[in-house]
């Protein structure tokens, strides 16, 4: 229920930003992946061209393929029910399978992903049309809507010095990128350059002469 009326706040952030009831009905069944979702109606909404929203959601989404790799093992899911249990892969779902038993991992796993998947999609669709109901969604400001979920999501990831330097190098990328790139493109350069040092600080916590000088620059 919790996570359903998040639902809410992406219906009237959809409808707000031009998308037919229609249209952000099939995101909410089809993506089924809130900040993709989030992602791809903020590009849209800012003006930004279709694909690189797609592209911008698909990139955030991808974290969802890791954990179909390291759920597939506890559920061992076959048939029919493959596709079903991979279209209900999500933070929720994976939260409620991992470090359980069989039994009560399977449980957990489709009785989370289904009550997200019905709560989710009715509150998308409440949310829409309570939205319309308005002559002007845009009074509500609910522009604001996407960036302080996405504030919501990081913030508790925000415990380490890594974290805060990748934080600062990501905000300073996009400053310089949002004025001369095309509205959704500079994510995915943020999320390119983020990614790169990330395998460079992978190498060097790997790489036992780095490691070892930069232990003995400390001391």
Same mark, same amino acid.
């Given at each position: #229920?919790? @996570? /359903? @009326?998040?639902?809410?706040?992406?219906? *009237?952030?959809?409808?707000?930003?031009?998308?037919?009831?229609?249209?952000?009905?099939?995101? $909410?069944?089809?993506?089924?992946?809130?900040?993709?979702?989030?992602?791809?109606?903020?590009?849209?909404?800012?003006?930004?061209?279709?694909?690189?929203?797609?592209? @911008?959601?698909?990139?955030?989404?991808?974290?969802?393929?890791?954990?179909?790799?390291?759920?597939?093992?506890? =559920?061992?899911?076959?048939?029919?029910?493959?596709?079903?249990?991979?279209?209900?892969?999500?933070?929720?779902? @994976?939260? #409620?399978?991992? /470090?359980?038993?069989?039994?009560?991992?399977?449980?957990?796993?489709?009785?989370?992903?289904?009550?997200?998947? *019905?709560?989710?999609? =009715?509150?998308?669709?409440?949310? +829409?049309?309570?939205?319309?109901?308005?002559?002007?969604?845009?009074?509500?400001?609910?522009?604001?809507?996407?960036?302080?979920?996405?504030?919501?999501?990081?913030?508790?990831? #925000?415990?380490?010095?890594?974290?805060?330097?990748? +934080?600062?190098?990501?905000?300073?990328?996009?400053?310089?990128?949002?004025?001369?790139?095309?509205?959704?493109?500079?994510?995915?350069?943020? +999320?390119?350059?983020?990614?790169?040092?990330?395998? #460079?600080?992978?190498?060097?916590? $790997?790489?036992?002469?780095?490691?070892?000088?930069?232990?003995? /620059?400390?001391?």
């Amino acid at each position: #229920m919790a @996570t /359903g @009326t998040y639902g809410l706040s992406f219906g *009237a952030l959809a409808v707000a930003a031009g998308l037919s009831l229609p249209q952000l009905c099939a995101l $909410s069944s089809l993506m089924f992946t809130g900040a993709s979702q989030f992602a791809m109606v903020g590009v849209v909404a800012a003006g930004g061209n279709p694909f690189a929203g797609a592209a @911008t959601a698909a990139l955030l989404g991808s974290r969802n393929a890791l954990y179909g790799l390291h759920l597939a093992p506890l =559920l061992h899911v076959a048939g029919w029910r493959r596709p079903v249990a991979a279209h209900l892969v999500i933070d929720e779902s @994976t939260a #409620m399978t991992v /470090g359980r038993p069989p039994g009560p991992a399977k449980l957990g796993f489709w009785t989370a992903g289904l009550a997200v998947f *019905a709560c989710w999609n =009715l509150a998308t669709l409440a949310g +829409a049309l309570g939205t319309r109901l308005l002559s002007d969604p845009r009074v509500l400001g609910l522009d604001v809507v996407a960036p302080a979920a996405f504030l919501a999501l990081l913030a508790p990831r #925000m415990v380490t010095g890594q974290a805060w330097v990748v +934080a600062l190098l990501s905000g300073i990328v996009a400053l310089l990128a949002v004025p001369i790139l095309p509205a959704g493109v500079p994510v995915l350069v943020v +999320a390119v350059v983020t990614a790169l040092f990330g395998v #460079m600080i992978a190498r060097r916590a $790997s790489d036992p002469e780095l490691v070892d000088h930069s232990q003995r /620059g400390v001391l």
